[in-house]
């Protein structure tokens, strides 16, 4: 299907920076695999939690968010989280409309814009 060919060639794209930039900051070609083999891990995780998250109306994905994009730290206020739930939401359908030979690392992709948040006292 085409979101699987999309999903696909994004994935490729992805790891092939991944492997290309652990290669220019110095890791030896002998830990490249066992450290793309680690990060692949913790994206299949993610990916479990996002999906997830995407096919739930409620809050799933601003939790799964709170929990992997800001980990160890407090993550941001609630209207935060909920807007950027709302901003990956808006990715996704972006993506879903990106024909798949876009996404061989050659131009940007059409990431939406992000949205401004008031400051909070």
């Not at 993550?75 to 909920?82: F, G, K, M, Q, S």
Request: some cysteine; overall charge negative.
């Amino acid at each position: 299907t085409a979101m699987s060919a999309r999903a696909q060639a994004l994935f490729d794209a992805m790891f092939a920076d991944m492997d290309r930039s652990l290669r220019e900051i110095g890791v030896g070609d002998l830990s490249v695999g066992k450290r793309v083999k680690d990060m692949a891990r913790g994206l299949y995780g993610r990916i479990a939690a996002y999906e997830a998250g995407l096919d739930d109306a409620g809050d799933a994905l601003a939790e799964a968010l709170a929990r992997n994009v800001y980990g160890t730290v407090p993550p941001p206020p609630r209207p935060a989280l909920d807007a950027l739930a709302r901003y990956v939401r808006q990715a996704c359908a972006a993506f879903d409309a990106v024909p798949v030979a876009a996404f061989d690392g050659a131009g940007p992709l059409p990431w939406p814009t992000l949205p401004h948040l008031a400051e909070t006292p």
